[in-house]
């Protein structure tokens, strides 16, 4: 369960119930975790300059760095999916 707010964006475990991860400072809209990995598909709040709404980021939770180049986009995202494809 991935729950994003003003203030970071926290990762939780639901079975049992625990804290995965937490990164304080980051304004967050969208937060989505594909599967069980480390990747998150972030999505800002607009609070600051870094987290715009029209900015998609990868991240790697687990190295704590950004997987690809930020993709801007051209409107605010109001939803977003992660879809693995084989």
Request: glycine share 6%; proline share 1%; charged share 20%.
């Amino acid at each position: 369960m991935c729950i994003g707010t003003k203030n970071g964006y926290y990762i939780y475990a639901c079975n049992p119930f625990s804290l995965l991860y937490a990164k304080e400072g980051e304004s967050t809209s969208i937060l989505e975790m594909l599967f069980n990995t480390s990747l998150v598909a972030h999505v800002g709040a607009g609070e600051d300059a870094d987290s715009t709404q029209r900015c998609l980021r990868m991240i790697n939770t687990k190295r704590e760095k950004e997987v690809t180049a930020t993709v801007s986009l051209m409107s605010k995202q109001l939803g977003m999916t992660i879809a693995v494809f084989r």
